[in-house]
């Protein structure tokens, strides 16, 4: 029976991809439903097609899975930010180590007969773990003010105030701004217009001091009657902090570089261990307190310190796991790049009075590699905790030559995870332990904590094989490697691409290719161009991989 648009069909739901959709198959044709678990059996209707593949939507369940739950947000489906909200929380927890453990096979190359995998680290409270959260504000439909989260893959707001993994008072915070704006007659920002004054309000609490911050991010530089909103704001038991941040680009990103002021040190404080960390609106801070306490004792535990040790921390935020290891380390060196944050490292080192620890602000990428060629700087121990994309090249080849005995990393995305594990071990270390650790119940997302240390190989073997200096690293300098954008394009689309059309799509991005890779012999030879289907494919990867 061949389906067509807007068919409803039956199917058995058999598998997950890594962005949480259900995977059910006929007669060889793949089904991409969002809300399905494994396990289901499902009624649902084609929305998509292409050639080998479809998307369908979720319409009734027949049969559920063992798996399943009831999404206790009434929002799970059209919000973005809880893909798994219909699977039983142990589930989603196997469901993310084997996300982690395919990457590092596939996509890294690694053995996964042998990979040290620990047991998953889950949450004991699954719910309102989160100490950070970014509402969008909006105009609903009968023109009234709203806030809430962004639909899945959209800009379209969900009115949703009260999200289940946030603090409660998230939401007495959303009202008290909501009054002030009507009662001043301030709107939301429009991004169709670019017309409007609150684009998105920033609340953080510190789970162990109760400070509550709140952050207005606005189109503009200062709000009408901002000392009433303070005064009704302040009156608030916690809250420490009320600034705003000035973002008038048309842009997507939430948080501009400029802060203003309304009342309070212009920061909140809090725990993690004995450490006490300040925390500024612009700084990356970890947003489960109760699971990045378990995250950076294993980084300890990985990190087999001694109280001897050199350590560096690249990619350190506001220098949270710097101040952890520094306690046991003999001098801790951290790299960040964002200034407020190496500013609230030296604050939290002053604070805790560590004196054990230096911190450079610049670009792992830079700092590193200028450091070893200038100062000849050494490390017995090297943890990194990248961003999503990973590991600059120039910064894992520095790690190499630099050559310390165990390197540490904490990771939040398993594709570049994957990348970059296999250049560390192409050039020698061995993978020994590898562990989850749940921070974002829910959600598709895990944290995974991976100790690499010199494996028992060759020297000689190494410098043949494994020079940096003689590989042709163009390919990933640009990000990604082939294998790893096929990989990524043949998950999210079913289609298989080649390296060629990987290549003239890097020509057309304006990406670098290495040398004479997949040029046309002559001009007059005849290539195959890449069909506009995996074209978009591969720019999705691209984008994926922050190459574009
Ligand atoms: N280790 C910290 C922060 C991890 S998040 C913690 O656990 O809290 C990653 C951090 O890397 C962010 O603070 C981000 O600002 C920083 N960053 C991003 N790109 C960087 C680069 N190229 N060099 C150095 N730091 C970078």
């Given at each position: 029976?061949?389906i ?6 039956t ?11 259900g ?9 991409f ?9 499902v ?11 479809g ?6 369940i027949l049969?559920p ?6 999404p206790?947000c009434?929002?799970?489906r ?14 989603q927890?196997a ?7 395919n ?6 190359g690694?053995?996964g007969?042998?990979?040290p995998?620990e047991?998953i ?5 699954p719910?309102?773990y989160r100490?950070?959260?970014?509402f969008?504000?909006g105009q609903g439909?009968?023109?009234g003010?709203?806030?809430g989260?962004?639909?899945?893959r959209t800009?379209?707001?969900?009115e949703q ?6 603090v409660e008072e998230?939401q007495t915070?959303l009202?008290l ?5 009507k ?7 429009d ?29 503009g530089r200062s709000?009408p009657?901002?000392?009433?909103l303070v005064?009704?704001l302040r ?6 902090s009320?600034?705003?941040?000035v973002?008038?680009e048309k842009?997507?990103v939430?948080?501009g570089?400029e ?6 040190p212009g ?17 990356f801070?970890q947003v ?5 306490e378990?995250?950076y004792?294993?980084?300890l ?8 040790e ?8 506001i220098?949270?796991i710097s ?5 046991r380390?003999r001098?801790v060196?951290g790299?960040e790049i964002?200034p407020?944050?190496v500013?609230?490292a ?5 604070l805790?009075?560590?004196k054990?620890?230096e911190?450079?602000?610049g670009?792992?990428?830079?700092i590193?590699?200028?450091?070893y ?10 943890v990194?905790d ?10 894992l ?8 005995q165990?390197v ?7 594709a570049?995870l994957?990348r970059?594990?296999r250049?560390?071990?192409d050039g020698?270390?061995e ?5 989850c650790v749940d ?12 100790l690499?240390?010199k494996g028992?190989?060759d020297?000689?073997k190494?410098r043949?094989?494994?020079?940096l200096e ?5 390919e990933?300098q640009?990000?990604?490697t082939?294998?790893q954008?096929k990989?990524?394009v043949?998950e ?11 290549s003239?799509?890097k020509?057309k991005?304006g990406?670098?290719v ?9 001009e007059?030879?005849?290539q195959?161009q890449?069909?506009p ?9 691209f984008k ?5």
């Open positions: 029976m061949e067509k648009k807007n068919d409803t069909f199917v058995q739901i058999e598998d997950m991809n890594e962005d949480g959709a995977i059910g198959k006929l007669d060889g044709f793949i089904w439903i969002k809300d399905a678990v494994c396990g289901d059996r009624e649902a209707k084609a929305i998509k097609l292409k050639k080998t593949y998307y369908a939507r979720l319409m009734r049969v899975s063992e798996n399943r739950v009831k206790a009434p929002a799970a059209q919000c973005g930010g809880c893909q798994l909200q219909a699977m039983r929380y142990e589930a927890l469901f993310k180590e084997r996300k982690v453990q990457s590092l096979v596939r996509i890294g690694l053995d007969g042998v990979l995998f047991l680290i889950g949450m004991e409270n719910w309102r100490n950070k959260a970014q969008p504000f439909k009968d023109g003010i709203i806030a989260f962004y639909a899945g800009h379209t707001i969900i105030e009260d999200c289940l993994l946030g998230n915070i009202t701004i909501r009054e002030h704006m009662k001043t007659g301030i709107r939301p920002y991004e169709e217009t670019h017309q409007g004054l609150i684009r998105h309000v920033l609340i953080r609490k510190g789970f162990r001091t109760g400070e509550l911050m709140v952050c207005l991010v606005i189109n709000i009657g901002a000392g009433e005064d009704a009156k608030l038991e916690g809250m420490t009320i600034s705003l941040n973002n008038r842009t997507n939430i948080m570089r802060l203003v002021n309304l009342w309070g920061c909140i404080s809090d725990y993690i261990g004995r450490i006490r960390y300040r925390i500024s609106p612009l700084s801070y489960n307190p109760v699971q990045t378990k995250l004792a294993l980084a535990e990985y990190a087999g310190l001694t109280g001897k050199t350590v560096w921390d690249l990619y350190c935020g220098g949270t101040l952890f290891l520094a306690e380390a001098f060196y790299v964002v407020e944050a500013k609230d030296r604050e939290n080192a002053r805790n009075g560590i054990n620890v911190f450079f602000e670009k792992a990428e830079e590193l590699p200028a450091q060629e200038k100062n000849q700087i050494r490390a017995d121990v090297i990194v990248p961003p999503r994309k990973g590991c600059d090249v120039a910064c080849d520095t790690i190499l030559k630099m050559s310390p165990r540490v990393y904490v990771s939040c995305d398993p570049t994957a970059d594990l250049v560390l071990c020698g270390y993978v020994k332990r590898v562990r921070m974002f119940a829910w959600s598709v997302h895990v944290e995974t904590i991976v690499l240390s028992e190989v020297s000689k190494i043949v094989e494994f020079s003689d590989m042709d690293m163009s990933f640009d990000g990604a082939y294998p954008i990989e990524y043949l999210h689309t079913g289609l298989k691409v080649s390296n060629l059309y990987i003239q799509i020509r991005c990406i670098e290495g040398k004479n890779y997949n040029l046309p012999k002559a007059d030879s005849r195959p890449c069909p289907e995996k074209e978009k494919a591969i720019r999705e990867a994926y991989f922050g190459m574009i």
